[in-house]
């Protein structure tokens, strides 16, 4: 059974660079998408960005100047980077196979001064 | 960046049927935007109840079913359960990116 842990810091001051983890286990990196998907207090659902398991990224356009997904297939790990937050990022954030119905716990991440 | 757009709330009997809809800015929503559908409940993470148009998961409920209708996706629930109050998003493909709609509210009352 495939399950995702994530990690992070849950504080941040406006213009850090925010930073998550996400680690696969039960399953392979191989032939599938692993996204990142946020949701802002009192607002929907955010599809952030996915990166393939041969590594080639998708990123929503209005956040694109700012995110970067990697991943390190031997640690069977994925990350979310996000730089130069401001409060507008303060959401819970989601790692996912969501093909696969796999999802993480969520981490919320809070931009305040 | 295309808009996704949702029902922002539904209201359907228990035992009732309702269909959401999910339409896109671009034009007509086809099989090639690969439509999902999630729920998400209060304090929960998301779940995955439909994927490419007509799909289900195996714990998907029998009484969800995907389609294309009328130009948009289409989320129908026949037989609605009192645990079916929740908030569904439509998730579409755009060549490479995905855009949520803004979600609509059911509630089963």
């Known amino acids: 059974q495939v399950q995702l842990q994530q990690w992070g810091a849950g504080l941040l001051k406006p213009s850090e660079t925010l930073s998550l983890t996400c680690a696969v286990y039960g399953g392979s990196f191989s032939g599938y998408y692993w996204s990142w998907i946020r949701r802002p207090p009192g607002k929907g659902l955010e599809w952030i960005g996915e990166i393939s398991h041969s590594g080639s990224t998708y990123y929503s356009p209005s956040l694109k100047s700012r995110v970067t997904i990697s991943l390190d297939t031997s640690k069977n790990q994925f990350s979310l980077k996000l730089s130069s937050v401001t409060a507008a990022d303060t959401a819970i954030y989601y790692c996912?196979?969501?093909?696969?119905?796999?999802w993480g716990q969520g981490t919320l991440v809070t931009v305040s001064s | 960046q295309a808009v996704v757009t949702q029902e922002p709330s539904l209201t359907v009997s228990p035992g009732g049927s309702v269909t959401l809809t999910c339409g896109s800015s671009t034009g007509a929503v086809t099989s090639g935007h690969y439509p999902y559908w999630f729920r998400q409940k209060p304090g929960q993470a998301p779940r995955t109840l439909i994927y490419d148009t007509t799909n289900k998961h195996s714990w998907t409920p029998a009484r969800f079913s995907g389609s294309l209708l009328g130009g948009k996706a289409a989320l129908t629930l026949s037989g609605a359960q009192p645990e079916d109050e929740a908030e569904y998003y439509c998730?579409?493909?755009?060549?490479?990116?995905?855009?949520f709609g803004g979600g609509t509210k059911l509630t089963v009352l």
């Open positions: 998730l579409l493909f755009y060549s490479g990116a995905r855009v």
């Open positions: 996912a196979r969501y093909g696969g119905d796999y």
